[in-house]
Every structure is written in C-alpha cells, then in structure tokens.
C-alpha cells in the first residue's frame, strides 16, 4: 500500500507557475512509476506527465508538452510537477497517482495506476 500526498495547489494567473509535489512515508514509493492526472468537472480524468520509478524517462499528456516538467527526488521520496505559461484550460484538480506497471508506454490511463491521492486544486484566471 502506498498513500501518495499532494501539495502545491492554488490560484495563479494565466502565464503564471505552479510547482505541485507528491510525497509518501512509504519508502516502496521510489520503486514505482508516478504520474500526474488532471480533471476538470464534466470533464473525464486526463493523463498530464509520468517518471519511471528510476527517473530516466519522462512522459506528457500533449496538452502540457514543452510547459509542464515532471522530475522526482528519491531522498525525499516526492514527485515534482513543474507547470509553467499556466493557461485557464489547465484548471483542474491535479492528482498523483502511483502504478505498479512493468514499463510506462506514454500513452497512460487510469486504470494502469492503483494508488491515488485525494488532489489539489488548481485554478488559472485569465
């Protein structure tokens, strides 16, 4: 069991930054793929960056290609979400989630991951 944490939410203008990092107590954490979701209401859950449990190989939703970075820290056992020229349509509660997979594909889904966090909300005015 792995209870991921997210912090780093609120409220920025659009071309504003927001970092989010995910973090948990559970040291298993480091051995396993972390991604980043977003959802917006009426809207259905959508894939927004993944990291390999190692770090090497990152991967992004193509909404958030060249704006958003995802990056982690073993030592401090949290996944980073770097989100930059913010956008109104980027408002949603973003949501860290932990998968158990052999290998990230890049084309990431919801169902692939098994630990989720409860969100933190993010909102870019305009």
């Known amino acids: 069991q792995v209870n991921p944490v997210e912090s780093g939410g609120g409220l920025v203008q659009a071309g504003g930054s927001l970092r989010l990092s995910c973090a948990a107590s559970?040291?298993?954490?480091?051995?396993?793929?972390v991604g980043w979701f977003r959802q917006a209401p009426g809207k259905e859950r959508e894939f927004v960056a993944a990291?390999?449990?190692?770090?090497?190989?990152?991967y992004y939703g193509d909404s958030v290609k060249g704006r958003f970075t995802i990056s982690r820290d073993s030592a401090k056992n949290t996944v980073y979400l770097q989100m930059n020229s913010l956008k109104p349509e980027d408002t949603a509660v973003y949501y860290c989630?932990?998968?158990?997979?052999?290998?990230?594909?890049?084309?990431?889904?919801?169902?692939?991951?098994?630990?989720w966090g409860q969100g933190t909300q993010v909102t870019v005015s305009s």
């Open positions: 989630a932990v998968s158990r997979q052999y290998a990230l594909t890049g084309e990431e889904s919801p169902a692939d991951y098994e630990y």
């Open positions: 990291i390999t449990w190692i770090g090497d190989n990152a």
């Open positions: 559970q040291r298993t954490f480091n051995a396993y793929h």
